[in-house]
Structure formats: C-alpha cells, structure tokens
C-alpha cells in the first residue's frame, strides 16, 4: 500500500516560476490537506479538500492554488514562486471529517527552494 | 487566537536516559491532542488523546492528557538513538475539519 506519495522530493525555483506539487493517496480517503513547515513553526494548514471537486482555503493560501479532481489527486500549484515559499510541503489525508484514533497520513514532503 | 506551544524546543539526551516532552494548548472547542514522530520525512503518528488522565503506552512511549491544565506529556523511557526526531503535538478543534493546530515540534536527539 503506497500510502500519500508525494512528488518531487525537492525542486529549486527562481523567482516568479511557477510549478506543480503532485499528491495522490491510494486509501480512498475524503480528506485531503496541504500543509507547509517552516523551521521552528510547526505545520500550517495552506488547503484542504473534503472530497472531489470541492477545496477550501486554510491557514495560509495565499500564492497558491489547489484542484480535487478525483479522490486520488490533490495537486498544489505555485503560480509565482517567491523566497517566502520556500519551506517543505507535505500533503496528507484522512478517512473521516476527524482524525479519529489514526491522524493523518502523511506524505513524504518536499522541499522547496525559491531562489 | 488558538496556539500550542511545545517545551522544550530541543533535547539532547544520552541513551537510556528518559525523557519527557510538554504540550500546552489554548484552543476553543478543543476535541483531540496528537502526538506525531517526524524523523527525516514525514510526520507518523503516536497517539490521539481525548480524555483526561487516561494513558496512552506503546512500548517505551506514553502519554497522558490533563483537559483541566490544558496539558500533555509524552514519555520516552530507555531511549534509543532511534528516538531521535522531532515531536510535534497537535490539538483538534470540534468545529471544523480544517483546524487541526500544531505545535512547533521538540527535536529530540539521542546519543550514544
């Protein structure tokens, strides 16, 4: 079982670039998040999704862009990168509305630098 | 404004030695606490606590949640140069499905 993959491991940006984060989890899980960890910040909530099509914004959308178009995928999109998005990105997902007695399932994250 | 705050912000600690981690939240419509494991990827998690003095083991790991002080603590006995990670802590709101909060984690470092 893949569990949440994440890809790529870690990408260097220049300025004003744009790219896509790919998440899919093969749980058939509703839930699905995007979240960024800066050092000594713990995570921050950026989207999240409660099923195909629909998305919401979290903590800190700004610069970023996410679609559901399946329960699979959850893609993260940097429209144009700036320094301040540099951090490591993980996406996670999980079966119920809460964490129930499993948390969440975590990808194996990315990191990014914007240079 | 909702906040978990994680003591001490960084250990280091001999093997064998044990060890514990602090949690302390202020979170409205508080439903869970979350121990996570980050070791060089992602976040796995440990345990989810809900109720008061009721404790949570897994092997030399456990944990206890004090609703009335808003406070955790996870226990790490005999440690191992394995334990070494960052702990972070999490609070679940009830209110929403978008409001699980972290802590800025303990990084944790064992050495032989």
């Known amino acids: 079982n893949a569990g949440v993959t994440q890809t790529p491991k870690f990408r260097i940006l220049k300025i004003g670039q744009s790219m896509t984060l790919q998440c899919t989890q093969d749980m058939n899980h509703n839930y699905m998040y995007w979240y960024r960890q800066d050092p000594g910040m713990g995570l921050k909530l950026i989207y999240y999704?409660?099923?195909?099509?629909?998305?919401d914004k979290g903590e800190v959308p700004n610069g970023y862009n996410v679609s559901r178009s399946t329960t699979e995928d959850f893609p993260l999109r940097l429209e144009l990168a700036a320094p301040s998005q540099t951090s490591v990105y993980f996406c996670?997902?999980?079966?119920?509305?809460?964490?129930?007695?499993?948390?969440?399932?975590f990808g194996s994250g990315t990191r990014l630098t914007v240079v | 404004e909702d906040k978990v705050v994680q003591s001490p912000l960084s250990l280091v600690v001999h093997e064998g030695d044990t060890v514990t981690l602090n949690c302390s939240y202020e979170v409205t419509n508080f439903r869970s606490l979350l121990w996570y494991k980050q070791e060089k990827k992602a976040p796995t998690f440990l345990f989810m606590l809900t109720s008061s003095g009721i404790e949570k083991k897994s092997g030399r790991l456990s944990s206890i949640l004090d609703k009335k002080e808003l406070f955790s603590i996870l226990n790490i006995t005999a440690t191992q140069t394995g334990d070494s990670a960052i702990y972070l802590c999490a609070v679940e709101k009830k209110t929403s499905y978008d409001k699980v909060i972290f802590g800025p984690g303990t990084s944790l470092s064992v050495i032989p």
């Open positions: 999704s409660v099923g195909a099509g629909i998305t």
């Open positions: 996670a997902s999980s079966y119920s509305i809460y964490t129930a007695n499993y948390g969440y399932t």
